[in-house]
Each structure stands twice: as structure tokens, then as C-alpha cells.
């Protein structure tokens, strides 16, 4: 079955940075845009930012300058580095993207389970 597992979560000191990874496994054709949302406690999911499979890359207004976004297409593998890190910015973290089984012609909309960040001094 093909899953995405983030990684890379923690506590970390404000101002300090972290690097969180998500990789796809499975039997995978091929993999569209991946994206990284997160949740605060008590609120609603969030977009972070996204890549496309061309290395394209689009931010949510508040995470531009801080956080980036790449991605190793031959390790099936997307990556959030996080800067500047502010107590806002605890949450936790999930990995999105669209993924084609070998086996089946359309791609699925897969999340991961999650990777907890917490700023804190």
C-alpha cells in the first residue's frame, strides 16, 4: 500500500530551526505536487506550502521567508526546513500529496499520520 510517513518533529527553542521530511512508499508510479499543512492546537488545518513535481514552489503569506519547501523526486521524498521559529508555529505538522499506484491509473489524495513541532523555551 503506498502511505506517506513524516519525520523529523520536536521541540525546539524559539528561533531555532527544524527540518521535517515526508517520504512516499509503496508501489508508486509517480507523485504530483506534495504540499505540508499543520494544525495548531485548537484551530483548523493550514496550508503551509506546496512544490509541484517540477520544483515550483507556493507559501502561505505568513511562512514566506522562514520556512522552505523541496523535494527529492528519485527518494520520493518532500522536505520542510523551518527558520525563525516562533511558539506560533507549534502545531502539528502533515505531509499531503498525490500519489499514483503502479497499479491503478488515477492519483490518490494521501496524508500522512503527522509529526508534532513544538516551539518552546
Known amino acids: 500500500q503506498v502511505r506517506l510517513v513524516e519525520s523529523g518533529g520536536g521541540l525546539v527553542q524559539p528561533g531555532g530551526s527544524l527540518r521535517l521530511s515526508c517520504t512516499a512508499s509503496g508501489p508508486i508510479f509517480s507523485i504530483s505536487t506534495m504540499a505540508w499543512y499543520r494544525q495548531a492546537p485548537g484551530k483548523e488545518r493550514e496550508l503551509v506550502g506546496n512544490?509541484?513535481?517540477?520544483?515550483?514552489?507556493k507559501y502561505a503569506d505568513s511562512m514566506k521567508g522562514r520556512f522552505t519547501i523541496s523535494r527529492d523526486n528519485g527518494k520520493n521524498t518532500v522536505y520542510l526546513q523551518m527558520n525563525s521559529l516562533k511558539p506560533d508555529d507549534t502545531g502539528v505538522y502533515f505531509c499531503n500529496a498525490g500519489v499514483m499506484p503502479v497499479d491503478r491509473p488515477t492519483y490518490l489524495n494521501l496524508w500522512g499520520q503527522g509529526t508534532p513541532v513544538t516551539v518552546s523555551s
Open positions: 512544490i509541484t513535481r517540477g520544483g515550483s514552489t
